[in-house]
C-alpha cells in the first residue's frame, strides 16, 4: 500500500470530527459551475446568473437595446427608466464571471447618456475581465457611470477598459472588498472614481487619463482605499472650489508607487491629512498642496 492519504480516509476523518461539510461542499460547488458562451446582446441576457462564467465571443453588447424584444422576465436583470430612457439592472446574482477576449474587442456599450453602462445591486463575487465599457455613441451625462455597484461584495476588475462617458468610471455604494488591477479609467466627464459608505477597495497597476470635471476621486465614509502602481495623466479638475481628492469623515486614502503626470487641479486634496503619500512621483501638475 502507498503511504500517502487517500480522499476516502480524509473522508471518513472528516466525518468523525463532523466536517464533512467542507469536503463535499467545494467540489460540488464547482462542479455546477456553468460555463456558457455568447456572441450576442440576447445571448448574454439568457446566460446571466449565479455560479457561472460567461465567455464574450468579439462583438457589442447592450442589455438596453434588446428589452423592447423581450416577451419574458428575467430573475436577475430589471430595467429601470431613467431620464432619456432605460438601464439594465443585474441583481441578486453570486459567484458571476464575465470574461472577454485578449484583445478586448468585446464592447459592452449602452446608448442612454443618463444610465449606468453595467449596473450591479446586492451582487457578490462577481469578476469582470478584458472588457471594454461605456456610452457610445453619445457621452453620459448627470447620472450614468460605467459601473455602478450598490450593496456588493467581493469584487474583482482585471483588465478593464472603462471609457467616457460614463460620468464616472467606477461608483459604488455600500460595496466591499472592490479590486480593480491593469485596468483603464479614461475620459470620463466627472471623474474616476466615487465611493460612499464602501470598505477594503483596492486599485493596483492602473491608469487614470484625460478624465475632467469635478473631484476626480470622491470618497465618502469609506474605509481600506488604496491605490498601489497607478498612474493619474492629463486629468483636469475644472470646478474652481473642487480638488482632484475629496475624501469626506473617512480615514486617509493611501497612495503608494503611483505617479501624477500633467494633471491641472487647484490642489490635490480637499483638506490637509486626507492623504498618505508613500513613494509618490509628482511631475508638471498644477496643484501645489504637496
Known sequence: MGQGITRRQ???????????????????????????????????????????????????????????????????????????????????????????????SAKIYTQPRYADVLRFDNCQDITLKRIEAGHWPDEGDCNGAVLQFTDCDRIELDDLKLFGSGTYGIWAARTNELHCQDSQIYECTYGILYLTACEDIHLEDCQFLNNRQYNLVHVERSRQVQFEDCQFRNNQVLAQWDAFFNVVDSPAVTLEDCQFINNSSTKLMNQPGVLRLDDVRFTDNTFTDV
Do not use: C, M
Open 10 to 104: 480524509l473522508l471518513w476523518g472528516a466525518i468523525a470530527l463532523g466536517s464533512t461539510q467542507l469536503l463535499l461542499t467545494r467540489p460540488s460547488l464547482a462542479a455546477r459551475r456553468a460555463r456558457i458562451t455568447v456572441s450576442t446582446s440576447r445571448e448574454l441576457w439568457d446566460a446571466i446568473g449565479s455560479d457561472r462564467t460567461i465567455t464574450l465571443r468579439p462583438g457589442v453588447y447592450d442589455l438596453v437595446s434588446i428589452a423592447d424584444t423581450l416577451t419574458e422576465s428575467s430573475p436577475h436583470i430589471a430595467f429601470e427608466a431613467v431620464y432619456d430612457g432605460i438601464e439594465a439592472v443585474i441583481r441578486n446574482v453570486q459567484n458571476l464571471t464575465i470574461i472577454g477576449p485578449k484583445d478586448h
